[in-house]
């Protein structure tokens, strides 16, 4: 038999008080905007009620507000001490050879000279190996089609954080 309960998570974010939801989502998106709009659609009937209403955010932000959820997130290979989020989705470069690290570096600071902000890539599941292929092959982008790689990028660490967030206890 299925249950068809509200995960606790979800439950907490329907009835929450605003700011504590919206401080909650602030953790999976550094958008401002993104927070308040998922905010002001609840309260989400299941899971995928919420990760409809993310993407649908996440394909309605400015370039400000792409540029504020960016900003939320640490350069790959480079987690910030004490964010155990970022840590876990960049575990693929944690073990990963020095000489690939430095690469990965070098890559970081050229793409982000290149166009202004940081490689964004759901990290997750992937091999340091990859990101850093993935780099190579984006960085010959237009900065027209890098903001879509990156918005399409953001909206997939976007349903990973929330789902996380849905099935909290």
């Known amino acids: 038999m299925t249950s068809t309960s509200t995960p606790p998570g ?3 974010l329907n ?10 989502l602030h ?4 958008s401002t905007a993104w927070a308040e709009r998922l905010l002001g659609a609840r309260p989400y009937a299941t899971p995928d009620d919420l990760y409809a209403a ?3 955010a996440t394909a309605e932000l400015t370039p400000a507000d792409l540029d504020e959820a960016m900003a939320g997130h640490p350069p790959i290979g ?21 000489e690939l690290k430095a ?16 490689f964004l890539i759901c990290a997750t599941g992937r091999t340091g190996e990859q990101m850093r292929d993935a780099v190579r092959e984006r960085i010959g982008n237009s900065p027209e089609r890098e903001r879509e790689n990156v918005r399409t990028e953001l909206g997939k660490i976007n349903r990973i954080r929330l789902a996380r967030l849905v099935e909290e206890d």
């Not at 009835?15 to 909650?24: H, P, W, Y």
């Open 10 to 12: 979800l439950a907490r």
């Open 15 to 24: 009835a929450g008080d605003k700011d504590t939801v919206l401080a909650a």
């Open 27 to 30: 953790e999976a998106c550094a």
């Open 54 to 56: 993310s993407d649908a």
């Open 78 to 98: 480079r987690p910030r001490p004490g964010d155990p989020t970022s840590a876990r989705e960049q575990r693929g470069m944690a073990g990963a050879p020095e």
């Open 103 to 118: 690469e990965m570096l070098e890559l970081n600071l050229a793409y982000q000279d290149k166009f202004g902000h940081v």
